[in-house]
């Protein structure tokens, strides 16, 4: 099994910031990418930012300039440091982590979500 814990949401005003971070443990042999995904209410989940084994990273339009993800290979986790707070990136933020398990089999993994709330 693999777990995923997060933490780092909570309330914060227009313009502040906040760092989420991810880390993942359990029978995970590989990590090929590990990112964050968020959903507002109404809507669907979206990516916000990932990264890859090799350090590359993609993020939505919606957040370049303002947030910027990273890994800690050696610890098996992934940070967001969102910066420029807006109250349209209110939402669920959820870890992802994609990896492989055995040599051949591979599969996403869910954190719990963490709820980020930017309202004055």
């Known amino acids: 099994q693999v777990q995923l814990v997060e933490s780092g949401g909570g309330l914060v005003q227009p313009g502040g910031s906040l760092r989420l971070s991810c880390a993942a443990s359990?029978?995970?042999?590989?990590?090929?990418?590990m990112g964050w995904y968020r959903q507002a209410p109404g809507k669907e989940r979206e990516l916000v930012a990932s990264?890859?084994?090799?350090?590359?990273?993609n993020y939505a339009d919606s957040v370049k300039g303002r947030f910027t993800i990273s890994r800690d290979n050696a610890k098996n986790t992934v940070y967001v440091q969102m910066n420029s707070l807006k109250p349209e990136d209110t939402a669920v933020y959820y870890c992802?982590?994609?990896?492989?398990?055995?040599?051949?089999?591979?599969?996403?993994?869910w954190g719990q979500g963490t709820q980020v709330t930017v309202s004055s």
């Open positions: 990264v890859n084994a090799g350090g590359g990273t």
């Open positions: 359990g029978s995970i042999l590989r990590i090929v990418a």
């Open positions: 992802n982590v994609r990896g492989y398990t055995t040599w051949t089999d591979w599969d996403d993994y």
